[in-house]
């Protein structure tokens, strides 16, 4: 997605078919779970799902031609022989004009395989660059510490498994 001109509610051209629209970008949410690299624009687009405007329709329309160009694209998983745990955080401080709320996003990597990852507002207004990215990195904490333990449990589990 384009980085630049910001979507916003103040755009002022309405798009009149809300019936075609919706249905398009719930799909979208959909194949989220094998595209993740459109996280990003898809929750752009669905922060407009009540009233979208005829530019978040041209947005919609640029994913859906980069899905046709890209269809050989997807999530690929292997079994390496080490398992490190990645994590790769960032913000976008005041990226919202309508709400001023800063946009968050994280790719967490077990080995080369992306197992967790998203993009989403924060829950408040921060007050600063430092606040937002402060902010981003303890949610993706969060998930690394709920990451680590569930990798600790199934660890465990099978290992009694084997004992028995």
Request: aromatic fraction near 10%.
């Amino acid at each position: 997605m384009v980085s630049s001109p910001c979507l916003s509610q103040n755009d002022t051209t309405t798009f009149n078919n809300a019936s075609l629209y919706c249905p398009i970008v719930d799909s979208l949410q959909y194949l989220l779970i094998r595209r993740p690299e459109l996280s990003y624009s898809v929750n752009k687009v669905c922060q407009f799902m009540h009233h979208p405007k005829q530019h978040h329709w041209k947005v919609v329309k640029r994913i859906l031609h980069y899905l046709v160009g890209s269809q050989t694209h997807g999530l690929l998983l292997c079994m390496p022989s080490q398992l490190p745990l990645q994590a790769y955080v960032d913000a976008n401080w005041d990226s919202n004009s309508d709400d001023r709320k800063s946009t968050t996003g994280y790719t967490v990597f077990l080995g080369q395989n992306l197992i967790a990852w998203t993009s989403n507002k924060q829950k408040v207004v921060s007050r600063s660059t430092t606040e937002v990215e402060y902010r981003s990195i303890a949610t993706t904490l969060v998930v690394i510490k709920w990451t680590t333990n569930l990798h600790i449990y199934l660890v465990g589990y099978f290992l009694s498994i084997n004992h028995i």
